[in-house]
């Protein structure tokens, strides 16, 4: 196997490498993408590896929920690059009015609410939030803080 630095080996495979978790060597090697002496990637972990798609989709949520909350723009970039394959992943699915789906929905949705409060865009921010209280019912979650204060 060749070695590679942590920054060559995301520059060289980003989408294979998104969410996992890259274990470095201890001493330094060369590496073949920069040719320096870095510590170099030695396994690739893969937090997600065993969970079901529905334990998959509840961390998603819990990350996401937290970064909208913090208000945290840089946080929720970085999410809705990550569950982009979850996304795809519960869209491929049979059903098509299945819990996963709307799930997905609503994930997407909640990045979206996020961005559209924060930069105000002029995007149908309360639309956003009826459709994301919908899918948070249909994805079996039902009130959640956000849907909540919406029924109010
Ligand atoms: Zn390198």
Known sequence: MADFCENCSKHNDENFL????????KELSLCEGCGQMKQVVI???DPNKGLTLMQR??????????????ENSQEMGRLAKLIQDL??????L????CKERHYAEYLKLM???HFEFIFDGGGDTEGTYEAC????YMAGFGKNRLTGELRQ
Do not use: H, P
């Open 18 to 25: 998104r969410g996992k978790k890259l274990i470095l060597s």
């Open 43 to 45: 396994d690739i972990k």
């Open 57 to 70: 989709l509840d961390r998603a949520r819990e990350a996401i929920d937290k970064a909208y909350e913090a």
């Open 87 to 92: 996304y795809f992943e519960c869209y491929n």
């Open 94 to 97: 049979d059903d098509d009015d």
């Open 111 to 113: 990045v979206m609410l």
């Open 133 to 136: 209280a919908y899918e948070a």
